[in-house]
């Protein structure tokens, strides 16, 4: 609603100077194709119209070498000084350097599907903090950020003139980074104004308190629908009583017009059901192992029941990593999605009777566009709908079971591709920032489900809490060496190379 988006059925929204959005999958916003067309996306709405128009007469130039056409380019152009483009050039040329390594004219037309999630949250983030907007709106912008850009985000936030509203579960952050925390849940919106590490006091607290009023509530209108019923007896047989019986009356209607208090949230009741199945001991094996590009060869090798944290900088290589284990696979669990070939030379193959599962980062399913989780778990999974109604209730998926995956929350679209795993009956488990989107408690209901998993599990996480419950680290360097130290290792950052 204060995007604009969305018309508010009571009431209004007012903000004052620019404002700047963050989708929370930025590299999905419509017509984002290029650089050029993600950064455009944060620019104000003048220089979006007069890039438009400079791009085509751009294309009409292509067509048409006439002395009209070349007039159209030479306004457009003239048109795009004036909007403040070769500003906004000049500002990206900045945030391409920062995020990307490079100057904006070297990567204007590279696609964004090329960039990871983690480059393209740090590209648009650079252009929303750098640019003249007062107000801005990031929707999980610390999302694929790896531990040096969650910092680098946190720094930014703190030091920002700028007013910034950010939706965030990433628990380090918020209690950096944010001085007041909004919560929206059960119908209600309430403040608490102080940093998240008390938060979670405050809204015990609170619960208390609106649990004790509606105690009383609850006592109060039962004892005037006992006086009220006692008054009634009493005036059958006593008409001086009549007027106390009105009155008592009027006493209780206006009491149940005034409506009890706000009832307390109710916590979210997830309950996955990972089970896995037996493998060979050895099910993952990684002979030489060299992703194109990205990495130095090495030599892996992941055990039945192991749990092992994939870390490392964004761009590092760990995402392409988890989509060819998948894509080597022998078999895929029932509903699965094929998986593109990654380019890599070396041996990475799978161990007997081993079905990976593959959770996506960015949520990008076309398998899934335009399908509702109901029909969705019906068709792939071969499950009556009451059965899928039974399934997408245990993952609180049963308010949203007749939309469109497209229309879900980001946190509702993982926990579905949970949920998909499950059924699946997926012996290895390859996930992909599973917790970015997740709240708190499914971020939870997942680890107590993978603790009780009878199978492998690989995580690229940046997520430092979730990566405490692994028995294994993978880190991907960056200077492209592959390599395994005790401990989780959260400062490497990239390298910038030419591109």
Known sequence: ????????????????????????????????????????????????????????????????????????????????????????????????????????????????????????????????????????????????????????????????????????HDRELLDRAADRIVTVEAGTVWVHGDRFATYAAARRDRNERLEELRRRWDEEHAKLKQLVNTLKNKAAFNDGLASRYQAAQTRLRKFEEAGPPEVPPRDQSLKMRLRGGRTGKRTVICEGLELTGLMKPFDAEVWYGERVAVLGSNGSGKSHFLRLLAGVADELPRGATPVEPVAHSGVARLGARVLPGLFAQTHARPDLA????????????????????????????????????????????????????????ATLLLLDEPTDNLDLASAEALQEGLESFEGTVLAVTHDRWFARTFDRFLVFGSDGAVYEPPEAVWDETRVVRSR
């Not at 220089?47 to 048409?64: P, Q, S, Y």
């Not at 335009?370 to 049963?398: F, K, S, W």
């Open 1 to 168: 609603m204060i995007a604009g988006d969305l018309a508010p059925e009571e009431g209004t929204v007012a903000h004052s100077g620019g404002l700047g959005v963050m989708r929370q999958f930025v590299g999905n916003v419509r017509d984002a194709s290029s650089v050029h067309d993600l950064l455009l996306t944060t620019a104000a709405p003048r220089v979006r119209e007069a890039a438009a128009a400079l791009e085509a007469a751009e294309l009409a130039m292509m067509e048409h070498d006439d002395e009209p056409t070349q007039m159209r380019y030479a306004t457009a152009l003239a048109g795009w000084g004036d909007a403040g483009g070769y500003e906004a050039e000049v500002l990206w040329d900045a945030c391409c350097v920062a995020a990307l390594g490079v100057a904006y004219d070297r990567c204007r037309w590279r696609e964004a599907a090329t960039l990871s999630g983690g480059e393209q949250k740090r590209l648009v983030l650079e252009a929303l903090l750098r640019g003249s907007d007062e107000v801005l709106l990031l929707d999980e912008p610390d999302n694929y950020l790896d531990v040096p850009g969650k910092q680098w985000l946190e720094e930014r936030l703190r030091e920002t003139p700028k007013t910034v509203l950010l939706v965030s």
């Open 370 to 425: 335009g399908r509702t989780p109901c029909e969705i778990v019906m068709t792939e999974h071969a499950r009556l709908r009451g059965d899928a109604m039974n399934a997408l209730a245990r993952y609180e998926l049963q308010m949203c079971a007749e939309q469109p995956f497209e229309t879900l929350s980001g946190g509702q679209q993982a926990r579905l591709q949970i949920l998909l795993l499950e059924l699946g009956g």
